[in-house]
């Protein structure tokens, strides 16, 4: 492994994470994300778009996020030091609106008057249907007729907020079709909107521009962490469905080879095809949504059905740059099931008072038994992505019996 290799350098100017990344799209959209892509290089040279960025982040998001000890939850298990990066106190619950608003911003200076997005669970809707207020734009927030139906409270904040929510009635009325469906409604008018992707997928130069507006995580992290205990974490740990949130934090430690990265994927019900959606531990490379990646295929190179338990992990790809980092062993994928996230759900709040998103609780499940197979002096930094008000409904109902609810 050679530093430049793990660099925050990369992409290259094709996009391009060694061999992962690229740009696979229809001819008519190449002049359209060139021009996206040059718009974003212009604006991240310009010291007024990162100022009114910052400011947006410190006075509407309340950033930075704390980092907080989890003292009760160390001295249970008694090895390393488990740390929070808490994401999930931002504004709106989550670190989704951090490249949100990085991206309604970008689609303001680009003089696009509507930012278009699918969502599945709608957490990615109502974050950017909140940016676009801010900024005043349009937004149009695909969902198929399933979600919305199983995801009305954001359907309703989505409402509140001022998006038109467009239901999505083909196929299986769920979070692929919603995708199908916005991107034909990008390619429709790709001059007046801007399609804002919700991980650090899709083609170049997405991945590279969520990373970046997500990577202040990692920069805050790395100060506040050295500031207070005088070292950096040994370990980091964040879950990956897409991968921004562990994206956000990995970015800043990439070349800080003893810190080790640790990303957490799904594994569901059970590594049977369809019962997970562990990409990096049992995909194949393949191209999907506009990049190459490792992909859960079958042999014709269609997606593979996923499942997790967390609805923000369910996808069969993974951003570029974590295939890249599997590969050259910088950063290590591992999994968590569905009863390990709910019951680190449970620890989580019942040692330290804080609720996690199902998503996030599978980097706390995975943190845990780290933690207890590491020395007292080593410590583990986890991003917790997000809290869980959105999923306490869901958790009462499934899973409340075995915790005495
Ligand atoms: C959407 C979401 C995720 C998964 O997305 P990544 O791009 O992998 O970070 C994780 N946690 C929360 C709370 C989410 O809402």
């Not at 995801?151 to 769920?174: D, H, S, W």
């Not at 562990?278 to 490792?294: C, D, E, I, R």
């Not at 599978?362 to 080593?378: E, I, R, S, V, W």
Request: with cysteine; aromatic share 8%; charged share 25%.
């Amino acid at each position: 492994m050679t530093k430049d290799i793990a660099s925050i350098e990369m992409p290259d100017e094709k996009g391009w994470f060694g061999e992962y990344g690229g740009s696979f799209i229809p001819p008519q959209l190449e002049e359209i994300l060139s021009d996206i892509n040059k718009a974003y290089l212009e604006i991240t040279k310009d010291p007024a778009f990162h100022e009114e960025l910052n400011m947006l982040y410190r006075d509407f998001v309340g950033r930075p996020s704390p980092i907080f000890y989890l003292k009760n939850l160390t001295e249970k298990i008694g090895g390393a030091g488990i740390y929070l990066k808490r994401e999930d106190l931002n504004h709106t619950g989550a670190h989704k609106i951090n490249h949100c608003l990085g991206e309604a911003l970008l689609c303001k200076k680009m003089g696009k008057k509507k930012i278009i997005a699918e969502t599945g669970a709608g957490q990615h809707g109502v974050a950017l249907a909140t940016a676009a207020v801010l900024v005043g734009l349009e937004c149009d927030i695909y969902m198929g007729v399933i979600d919305i139906a199983k995801e009305y409270p954001n359907v309703i904040r989505m409402k509140i907020l001022g998006a038109n929510v467009i239901p999505v009635e083909r196929g299986t009325q769920t979070l692929k079709d919603a995708v199908d469906a916005a991107f034909e409604a990008y390619l429709a008018d790709p001059v007046n909107q801007l399609y804002a992707i919700g991980s650090v997928v899709g083609p170049h130069p997405f991945p590279m521009m969520v990373r970046d507006f997500q990577a202040v995580v990692g920069n805050e992290a790395k100060v506040q962490f050295q500031e207070k205990y005088n070292k950096l974490p040994d370990n980091l740990v964040a879950c990956v469905g897409g991968g921004s949130n562990a994206m956000g934090l990995f970015s800043a430690f990439l070349e800080d080879e003893q810190v080790a990265l640790w990303g957490v994927e799904p594994s569901g019900r059970g590594m049977d095809d369809g019962d997970h959606a562990a990409t990096l531990t049992k995909g194949t490379v393949g191209v999907l949504h506009g990049f190459k990646s490792y992909v859960l295929q079958d042999a014709e190179g269609e997606p593979l059905p996923v499942y997790s338990v967390a609805s923000g992990l369910d996808y069969p790809g993974v951003g570029p740059q974590h295939s890249l980092l599997k590969d050259i062993g910088r950063a290590k994928y591992e999994t968590a099931s569905d009863v390990e996230a709910i019951d680190a759900l449970f620890e989580l709040s019942r040692t330290e008072g804080i609720i996690p998103a199902i998503e996030s609780a599978h980097a706390m499940a995975f943190a845990m038994k780290l933690a207890k197979d590491l020395d007292k002096d080593q410590t583990i930094l986890v991003n917790l992505s997000g809290r869980g008000d959105k999923d306490i409904d869901f958790v009462v109902e499934n899973y409340g019996a075995k915790y005495g609810l």
